[in-house]
């Protein structure tokens, strides 16, 4: 440790005499405990602190929604935010003006592209547009709202044009129906409902936005996390004043390497860490594509591959593709039984409920899924709905529950951030990525893809069939 650095010279002065005193007491009595203090896995314990962080761990987001007491929604930036900005040297208007670019201004006013002025010109009524006005204040996407439980029926049909067969359609795509462009859709929406990052704010120096830095990406705009080498020197920093290991999740993106954690780990062994506990996202061992799909028998399989790779690209790709199609199977929906088991799984993501339903065949595999957000709004909850029937029915006819998984985990909107009520998964890019990590885990034991391993006590339900 450094003494000359520390910028707190009395903590410096306690905690040399803390241990010099407990050396003595050693040398004295001996020693019994290893350890004196460490520091337990502490993200949740944070939030019912109270706090954004607890120091050590970095941010999720800087925008989270937090629930009100009467119920709903808002809206609210890293209360860390607005110190850190006027530190920076920005006035009280332009700090006002980075956070309604990040949360949001809640309304049409002032928006460009799709404002009062322009929806007036398309029917609008000042009615209509209080209505809007009013269901924006918490909405995730300014398409959730232009709907027809927002509008009513009769508005759709009589001013917007809109058929039966359109309003009945969730992906029907009203402001585009309108006559907006997708770039007049995107800016508006950034201007309205957030574009939940500082990246791109008015004012905002770039050379200040490492200070924003979060654990990943925020938004969709957001391109910025903080690096591997950053987790590990926030924790270098405290380790002098911790006698035990610090219990905090190194995150790594997805396409991290071998060498990458090789690295990590020198780096840690260099700065005196006593632990390193390096994630990378949606890390797990595969087997090779090509003995797979070959043949059956595992010795066939290794002599066809070994001789495919010798094989010019072209023709090894002509032989893999062959090989599939001629293994291609049609089979018929098999209807899961009336009277079924499964089981329910509710939790909070990014400050909303979600409440997972499964039901399973007779021999536990999964048959259909059930996802309830009745909170988030009649357009959005209807789309949820139809997606986990079009899941269910996918499963039914034999979609591989895996296949799915690799489809939907890792994709990124909001909601999102950390996960409460889920004993494996605690922290998710999207409602689906949460999903269907927590169905990957419950029926494929796919443990890679949960930040904690379940217990898997006598407790355990709807765990699906684990192979031998």
Same mark, same amino acid.
């Given at each position: 440790?450094?003494?000359?650095?520390?910028?707190?010279?009395?903590?410096?002065?306690?905690?040399?005499?803390?241990?010099?005193?407990?050396?003595?007491?050693?040398?004295?009595?001996?020693?019994?405990?290893?350890?004196?203090?460490?520091?337990?896995?502490?993200?949740?314990?944070?939030?019912?602190?109270?706090?954004?962080?607890?120091?050590?761990?970095?941010?999720?987001?800087?925008?989270?929604?937090?629930?009100?007491?009467?119920?709903?929604?808002?809206?609210?930036?890293?209360?860390?935010?607005?110190?850190?900005?006027?530190?920076? =040297?920005? !006035?009280?208007?332009? $700090?006002?003006?980075?956070?309604?670019?990040?949360? *949001?201004?809640?309304? @049409?006013?002032? %928006? #460009?592209?799709?404002?009062?002025?322009?929806?007036?010109?398309?029917?609008?009524?000042?009615?209509?547009?209080?209505?809007?006005?009013?269901?924006?204040?918490?909405?995730?996407?300014?398409?959730?709202?232009?709907?027809?439980?927002?509008?009513?029926?009769?508005?759709?049909?009589?001013?917007?044009?809109?058929?039966?067969?359109?309003?009945?359609?969730?992906?029907?795509?009203?402001?585009?129906?309108? =006559?907006? !462009?997708?770039?007049? $859709?995107?800016?508006?929406?950034?201007?309205?409902? *957030?574009?939940?990052? @500082?990246?791109? %704010? #008015?004012?905002?120096?770039?050379?200040?936005?490492?200070?924003?830095?979060?654990?990943?990406?925020?938004?969709?705009?957001?391109?910025?996390?903080?690096?591997?080498?950053?987790?590990?020197?926030?924790?270098?920093?405290?380790?002098?004043?911790?006698?035990?290991?610090?219990?905090?999740?190194?995150?790594?993106?997805?396409?991290?390497?071998?060498?990458?954690?090789?690295?990590?780990?020198?780096?840690?062994?260099?700065?005196?860490?006593?632990?390193?506990?390096?994630?990378?996202?949606?890390?797990?061992?595969?087997?090779?594509?090509? %003995?797979?799909?070959?043949?059956?028998?595992?010795?066939?399989?290794?002599?066809?591959?070994?001789?495919?790779?010798?094989?010019?690209?072209?023709?090894?790709?002509?032989?893999?593709?062959?090989?599939?199609?001629?293994?291609?199977?049609?089979?018929?929906?098999?209807?899961?039984?009336?009277?079924?088991?499964?089981?329910?799984?509710?939790?909070?993501?990014?400050?909303?409920?979600?409440?997972?339903?499964?039901?399973?065949?007779?021999?536990?595999?999964?048959?259909?899924?059930?996802?309830?957000?009745?909170?988030?709004?009649?357009?959005?909850?209807?789309?949820?709905?139809?997606?986990?029937?079009?899941?269910?029915?996918?499963?039914?006819?034999?979609?591989?529950?895996?296949?799915?998984?690799?489809?939907?985990?890792?994709?990124?909107?909001?909601?999102?951030?950390?996960?409460?009520?889920?004993?494996?998964?605690?922290?998710?890019?999207?409602?689906?990525?949460?999903?269907?990590?927590?169905?990957?885990?419950?029926?494929?034991?796919?443990?890679?893809?949960?930040?904690?391993?379940?217990?898997?006590?006598?407790?355990?339900?709807?765990?699906?069939?684990?192979?031998?």
């Amino acid at each position: 440790l450094d003494g000359d650095a520390c910028p707190d010279q009395n903590l410096i002065t306690r905690a040399r005499f803390a241990w010099d005193e407990a050396l003595e007491l050693g040398k004295a009595h001996g020693y019994r405990n290893a350890q004196v203090s460490v520091v337990a896995p502490t993200g949740t314990i944070g939030l019912v602190m109270d706090c954004d962080t607890t120091g050590i761990e970095p941010d999720f987001a800087l925008v989270k929604m937090k629930k009100l007491a009467g119920g709903g929604y808002f809206k609210i930036i890293n209360r860390a935010v607005p110190p850190a900005l006027r530190t920076l =040297g920005y !006035s009280e208007s332009e $700090i006002a003006e980075i956070e309604a670019y990040a949360v *949001g201004h809640g309304n @049409l006013n002032q %928006a #460009p592209a799709i404002n009062p002025a322009t929806l007036k010109t398309k029917g609008f009524t000042d009615e209509a547009i209080k209505t809007l006005n009013d269901a924006l204040t918490a909405a995730f996407d300014i398409k959730f709202v232009f709907n027809k439980w927002t509008l009513g029926e009769e508005f759709c049909k009589t001013t917007l044009k809109m058929s039966d067969e359109q309003m009945e359609d969730f992906n029907f795509d009203i402001l585009a129906h309108m =006559g907006f !462009s997708k770039l007049d $859709i995107e800016n508006a929406n950034v201007h309205i409902c *957030g574009a939940m990052t @500082l990246e791109g %704010a #008015p004012h905002l120096k770039s050379d200040d936005l490492a200070v924003f830095d979060c654990a990943s990406p925020c938004g969709k705009l957001g391109t910025r996390y903080l690096s591997v080498e950053s987790h590990i020197r926030m924790m270098a920093a405290a380790q002098p004043f911790i006698s035990g290991a610090i219990s905090k999740t190194i995150n790594m993106p997805n396409d991290a390497t071998v060498e990458d954690c090789k690295q990590s780990y020198i780096l840690s062994w260099k700065l005196a860490l006593k632990a390193n506990a390096l994630y990378r996202d949606g890390s797990k061992l595969s087997q090779p594509l090509n %003995a797979s799909i070959l043949a059956d028998d595992d010795e066939e399989a290794m002599d066809a591959a070994e001789e495919l790779m010798a094989k010019p690209p072209a023709e090894r790709a002509q032989v893999v593709a062959e090989r599939i199609v001629e293994r291609i199977i049609e089979r018929s929906r098999e209807k899961i039984p009336d009277r079924r088991k499964g089981y329910t799984q509710k939790a909070n993501v990014g400050g909303h409920k979600v409440y997972l339903h499964t039901g399973e065949y007779d021999d536990g595999r999964l048959g259909e899924i059930f996802i309830d957000m009745h909170k988030e709004g009649a357009a959005f909850r209807a789309m949820m709905n139809n997606f986990a029937i079009s899941i269910s029915i996918g499963l039914q006819y034999g979609v591989p529950l895996d296949e799915f998984v690799e489809a939907f985990i890792f994709t990124r909107f909001e909601p999102a951030g950390m996960v409460t009520g889920n004993d494996s998964i605690k922290n998710a890019t999207s409602i689906l990525d949460y999903i269907f990590r927590e169905l990957a885990v419950s029926y494929l034991d796919r443990s890679d893809l949960a930040h904690v391993i379940p217990d898997g006590g006598s407790t355990s339900i709807g765990g699906g069939v684990k192979s031998d």
